[in-house]
Structure formats: C-alpha cells, structure tokens
C-alpha cells in the first residue's frame, strides 16, 4: 500500500523558516518524481514546488521561489521542503504528493503550518 | 485569483449528472493534455479522480469522465449519489513546467 506521512508541521513567527518531512513506504520512491501542494485554511489548492527522481530539476510556485527549497533522500525514501522568511500568507496544510509530470496519484494526510505573531 | 477558472458551485440530484467547468489557456489546458481532477471531502487529502484529461485510475468508478475542448476541460459525474458531495478540483501542467489549480467547485447533491 502506497503511503506518504507528513511531518514537521506546527507554528513559526513571520520571518522564521520551518523543515517539513516526508516519509514514503509501499512504491519504488526514487522513481518518482514528488511534489508538495498546500491548502490555506478554507481556501483552495495550490501547488508548490516538485522534485525529479533523480534530483536533476527542481520548480516552485512563484509565490515561494526563493524562499522554499525541496530536496530528497532517495535511500531514506523521503521527501523534505525547507521553508524560510516564512510570511502570514504560507499558513496552509501542506500535502505531499507523488507526482509531478501530469497527475498527484497518492497523497499523505498533510501536516499544518501556522504562521503568526 | 486561480490561473484555472472553476464555477463556485454546482448542485444536482440523486440519479442525475453535473458537468464542472475548468477555463484555462494557451500556456496550460490549450497546451497539454495534462489535465487532471481531485475530489475532497471535508478534512480529507484530494484524491485523483480523472488524469490525462479522460483517464480514470483503477478504483474510480465510470461514473466519472473528463473531455477538454480548446482551452476548457470539464469532469461529468452521471447517476450522482450522495457520496459525490465534495469539493472538486482541476489542474494543469504549464508551459514553464509548473502546475495551476482552479479554485474549487463545490458539488452539493440534493
């Protein structure tokens, strides 16, 4: 069974960076290619960033470029997204998602992050 | 404001089908056949539905197609049941290798 476990979620002042976690089991994770969308509370979808297989191209939503990076350990079979000079607005439930070409195909359960002072 | 334009919400009754509308552009849905559609129910992860604008993964019933014509994509669920209501959710790959969600439609079975 495919499944994505989200971790590192939890409050941080405007301006603070936070690390979130991925924890992958039941495929062949460093084939993939994985992303993270977020959902503000109430709000919609967003995507946010994605990462080859083989950590060869990395892209982000403009709203995050150069303030998040994502990365990998494909022998840990985990995903991470490094979060900084976080603002208000990247209050959300980020998701990890496989995928990244045409199709999220599993999600985790996502892990809040609350920005506030 | 989404790239993808979704209408708010959509509502039909039991037995009946809804068409949800995703209005994209020459950079996304005009340009690729990347179009994929999540449904979510309340505290819940999405969940893919349809891919690859008409493609239903194992598991999901027929009852859910997708077709796109020009810059427009649409998910039909016919014989609506009341375990349909949900938010639904279209997106799409983009010329700069990204990827745009439309902002939601809510589906209310009555």
């Known amino acids: 069974e495919v499944q994505l476990v989200e971790s590192g979620g939890g409050w941080v002042q405007p301006g603070g960076s936070l690390r979130l976690s991925c924890a992958a089991s039941?495929?062949?994770?460093?084939?993939?290619?994985m992303s993270w969308v977020r959902q503000a509370p109430g709000k919609g979808l967003e995507w946010v960033a994605k990462?080859?297989?083989?950590?060869?191209?990395?892209y982000y939503g403009a709203s995050v470029k150069g303030r998040f990076t994502i990365s990998r350990d494909n022998a840990k079979n985990s995903l991470f997204l490094q979060m900084s000079s976080l603002r208000v607005e990247d209050a959300a439930v980020y998701y990890c998602a496989r995928g990244g070409r045409s199709r999220f195909d599993a999600w985790g359960q996502g892990t809040l992050v609350t920005v506030s002072s | 404001q989404s790239a993808l334009t979704q209408p708010a919400s959509v509502s039909g009754s039991p037995g009946q089908w809804i068409t949800i509308s995703c209005i994209g552009s020459s950079s996304d849905i005009g340009a690729y056949n990347y179009v994929s559609w999540y449904q979510q129910h309340p505290g819940k992860a999405p969940k893919l539905m349809i891919y690859?604008?008409?493609n239903r993964p194992s598991g999901i019933s027929n009852r859910f197609s997708g077709s796109k014509s020009g810059y427009t994509a649409s998910l039909t669920i016919s014989g609506l049941q009341a375990e349909d209501e949900a938010d639904y959710y279209c997106c799409s790959h983009t010329s700069d290798n990204t990827f745009e969600f439309g902002g939601g439609t809510k589906l209310t079975v009555l």
């Open positions: 690859d604008v008409t």
């Open positions: 990462l080859k297989e083989d950590r060869s191209e990395e």
């Open positions: 039941g495929f062949a994770f460093s084939e993939y290619t």
